[in-house]
């Protein structure tokens, strides 16, 4: 990683060992070290989870406001509740169950027996174990903070509920249009399903007028599926027993309605890149696969086997079963696909986040710079100074140190980090040298201008006062002025 004080290149610590100068990450820079490396995995996702947090964690986890961009990672708790509030529901669980069915009343008046109704409620509180801890993982690790609990209530509440109404007439309309008779399979439920979670998610953003990122993205679909999930649950509960309940329960860590539709909206937030919904967004192709993916594994995971051909019928095979439920070879298949995209999209998110963090410390830095009491050894009156014109720090200035390269690119280890799609990932580098400033092209795809002119890979041209760099194109823009 690079210092932000004096990006000098150093290794991952508390301090920096060039400048001395303290370097916060809430705990988090092997995590960061990890993500920067490429190597994240599980293990770094859940390393919190089983240790013990002092009391006050819980509170400030449910109570976090936005965090600045450049303070995301210091703020930021690794998942630890969700374990916590899994083991909750489901003693829970386990306790309503058992009373419903052994806790019986007998009315001396009437002379009969009934059933406590806590049969109602143990379905009610059973259909939230899976969903609601699940949601509450993809929750803490948005390190945004955008969404606060309540909106997570109210998008699993309300949201869910829209959701199942909306799909109501797409099951007509597919009826309609796919020629469907009265009987057909389960596997039809995803083409209007997925539509309905997905639209009321689309919704959500726009009402709202948010800017989304990857992981908003993903809270917002997880709260939305699991909102639908447990409404569906408790019905079937309802109409075929506790049984039910417990099945869904079992099946769902294998496949179930978060893991459909979470990774789509996660991809979406990986294309729109902290920008408002457009058109384009859309058209992205992992927003295309991840729906090809998760409409195709909720039909998978909905086949029977007689509306399956002979040669599918292996994908109805048991392959596990731990008491009652039976675990079915499309179940295992659907898992570990939808898994394995939901943990891509949660790593690329991270990414995502981290290179947001870096362009907000780079902001405050940039200002630190910019001001009149900076270092001595910049404050001469031929400091040459970056203007953004246009991009990612428009209206920002920075001067340029002596003897340290300041470089540009979309990766997160560069001095400037850029969001344009047209900046590569090292894109180029400014340096002050004994004979002015000087800037290198470092091979970039889309190129660098000055004044217009596409510039030589690999060579140091000259920048004078009035001098216009573009970046890749005209979406990123400095101009050199002098201090």
């Not at 210091?74 to 069915?101: D, G, H, K, S």
């Not at 499309?330 to 570990?336: H, P």
């Not at 986040?353 to 410390?361: C, D, M, P, Q, V």
Request: hydrophobic share 45%.
């Amino acid at each position: 990683m690079k210092c932000p004080y004096c990006f000098r290149e150093i290794p991952f610590s508390t301090v920096c060992p060039a400048c001395g100068r303290a370097l916060h990450f809430g705990g988090n820079t092997q995590f960061l070290a990890e993500v920067q490396q490429g190597r994240l995995g599980v293990k770094d996702i859940f390393a919190q989870t089983l240790k013990r947090h002092p009391k006050g964690d819980a509170f400030r986890s449910l109570t976090r406001r936005p965090a600045l961009t450049a303070e995301m990672l210091e703020t930021w708790q690794r998942p630890w509740m969700f374990l916590r509030l899994f083991v909750m529901l489901l003693i829970a669980t386990v306790l309503l169950t058992f009373a419903a069915e052994t806790m019986v009343y007998i009315s001396p008046k009437l002379k009969m027996e009934f059933n406590f109704p806590l049969s109602v409620i143990a379905n009610i509180v059973g259909s939230t174990v899976i969903p609601w801890t699940m949601v509450l993982f993809i929750w803490e690790m948005d390190m945004y903070g955008n969404l606060s609990i309540f909106d997570l209530l109210g998008l699993l509440l309300v949201g869910g509920l829209l959701s199942i109404a909306i799909a109501s007439p797409f099951f007509r309309l597919m009826e309609y249009v796919f020629s469907l008779g009265e009987e057909y399979s389960k596997s039809w439920a995803a083409v209007a399903e997925e539509p309905a979670k997905i639209l009321i998610c689309i919704l959500f953003i726009l009402l709202s007028r948010r800017r989304l990122n990857a992981l908003d993205g993903l809270v917002i679909g997880a709260a939305v599926a699991s909102g639908f999930a447990f409404i569906e649950t408790t019905q079937y509960g309802y109409v075929h027993g506790l049984n039910t309940m417990e099945a869904r329960n079992f099946w769902t860590l294998f496949s179930n309605h978060l893991l459909f539709t979470t990774p789509v909206l996660g991809a979406l937030g990986l294309a729109a890149n902290g920008e408002k919904l457009k058109l384009r967004h859309f058209l992205n192709w992992r927003v295309i696969l991840c729906l090809a993916l998760g409409m195709g594994c909720h039909a998978l995971n909905n086949a029977s086997k007689e509306y399956l051909p002979i040669s599918y019928w292996f994908l109805t095979v048991t392959i596990l079963t731990i008491g009652d439920y039976p675990l079915f070879m499309s179940q295992l298949i659907v898992a570990v696909v939808e898994w394995t995209a939901l943990l891509l999209v949660l790593r690329g998110g991270i990414r995502q986040a981290l290179a947001a963090s870096e362009r907000g410390k780079t902001m405050a830095y940039m200002e630190h710079y910019g001001k009149i009491d900076a270092p001595k050894v910049s404050d001469t009156p031929d400091t040459p100074m970056l203007c953004g014109q246009a991009g990612s720090f428009s209206g920002q200035k920075l001067r340029v140190p002596r003897n340290k390269p300041i470089s540009m690119g979309r990766e997160a280890s560069c001095q400037l980090v850029l969001a344009s799609k047209q900046v590569s990932r090292k894109h180029c580098e400014v340096r002050l040298t004994a004979d002015g400033l000087v800037i290198r092209d470092l091979n970039s795809a889309n190129g660098t201008k000055v004044n217009g002119t596409r510039i030589p890979p690999q060579q140091d041209v000259p920048l004078k006062r009035g001098d216009r760099v573009e970046i890749g194109s005209k979406d990123e823009c400095f101009v050199i002025q002098r201090y």
